[in-house]
């Protein structure tokens, strides 16, 4: 919106042969009817001079997440059965976990990495009094919907508005046991923007910083942080050395022994024809960050799902990797390994 006002306003100078920077009053000239500026210029410097303590009212955001009941927290031993990760491997996850206490899952498609930060956040919280959450980034996420910023209020004025971390940490600090944000999805957001003055809590845990709208900012000792991010979506960027300094990373590849455990009763398809086509289909890929995972499989009834999956789900993910050697997929259509995959 102010892009598209500062246009505007310029467009406007210049038709009376003025030229300048769009100053605040020139930007609420553009908003507010004349008869009205006062009243909102004087609304909008309250909200700018930062109360001390934010406003939880929120205006324009996203809606509050819908909090359940937790099941069971799940045991370290289930977490690795479940998981299908050695023992050995899972302790080092939760070892650098809670030494950084910001950890990110990262790989390719299919390798279930939403779902085991959700599994190590209820590992995480326990039987303790905190709780986990979880929010999708996405390209239009900004610093606004993430810390704080300035929103227009229902009938006139601006109001200061906690952003989804403020009030995750606020709830987060009434807590005794530890509190886990999910990140979904996270290098979709341009996180340098998204994070702003917390890119330095990160770092320095201990430590409190003034924000932007006005008080004292600090991240409860309780707060986990854990992102996904997939490795193969080319359209966002790399993330930059700065804020994977502060983040410890957990790579999560294809199992083929949780697949073969998913399906240990199955009827009708042969499990280990499929396995074997994955790892050929691997191969000729031959990137771990453009890996076909198992969880486009693991589906109920799969002998009867599976030639949907196969030619509406693996078959365009292929077109599109091989896409300059359409020639590559030609092993691969379904029509070729139906024989093969599917029994009886």
């Known amino acids: 919106m102010i892009d598209v006002q500062s246009i505007i306003w310029v467009a406007a100078r210049e038709a009376q042969g003025q030229t300048g920077r769009l100053t605040p009053r020139g930007q609420i000239e553009l908003d507010v009817p004349d008869s ?37 927290p799940p045991t370290q031993a289930e977490l690795a059965e479940t998981l299908c990760l050695p023992a050995t491997a899972l302790a080092g996850w939760l070892s650098a976990i809670h030494r ?10 299919g390798t279930g990495k939403t779902f085991a930060a959700r599994l190590l956040a209820e590992h995480l919280v326990g039987t303790g009094d905190g709780f986990v959450e979880l929010l999708q980034f996405h390209p239009t996420y900004a610093y606004e919907d993430f810390m704080q910023g300035i929103r227009p209020v229902p009938g006139g004025g601006f109001e200061l508005v ?62 986990f942080i854990l992102g996904t991010m997939n490795t193969a979506d080319r359209s966002i960027a790399l993330v930059d050395f700065a804020l994977r300094r502060r983040f410890a990373f957990l790579e999560m590849q294809p199992s083929y022994e949780l697949l073969r455990q998913y399906h240990a009763d199955a009827e009708g398809v042969a499990i280990e024809a499929l396995i074997s086509q994955m790892r050929a289909l691997n191969q000729l890929i031959d990137d771990p960050s453009y890996a076909l995972g198992v969880t486009f499989f693991l589906v109920p009834e799969l002998a009867a799902q599976l030639p949907s999956i196969w030619q509406t789900e693996i078959e365009p993910y292929l077109a599109e990797y091989f896409f300059d050697r359409p020639e590559r997929l030609d092993p691969f259509r379904w029509e070729k390994l139906a024989d093969k995959l599917l029994t009886g």
């Open 100 to 109: 950084k206490k910001q950890a990110i899952l990262q790989g390719p498609p």
């Open 162 to 223: 906690e952003g989804r971390f403020l009030a995750f940490c606020r709830r987060a600090a009434a807590c005794q046991g530890p509190a886990v944000l999910i990140l979904d999805e996270m290098n979709r957001a341009p996180l340098a923007r998204v994070f702003g003055e917390l890119m330095y809590l990160l770092e320095y845990r201990e430590a409190a910083i003034p924000l932007a709208g006005g008080g004292q900012f600090a991240i409860p000792g309780n707060v």
């Open 36 to 72: 009205d500026l006062d009243e909102e210029q004087s609304e909008l410097g309250e909200a700018l001079a930062g109360p001390a303590e934010l406003a939880v009212t929120t205006i324009v955001a996203e809606p509050a997440p819908v909090y359940q009941a937790r099941r069971q």
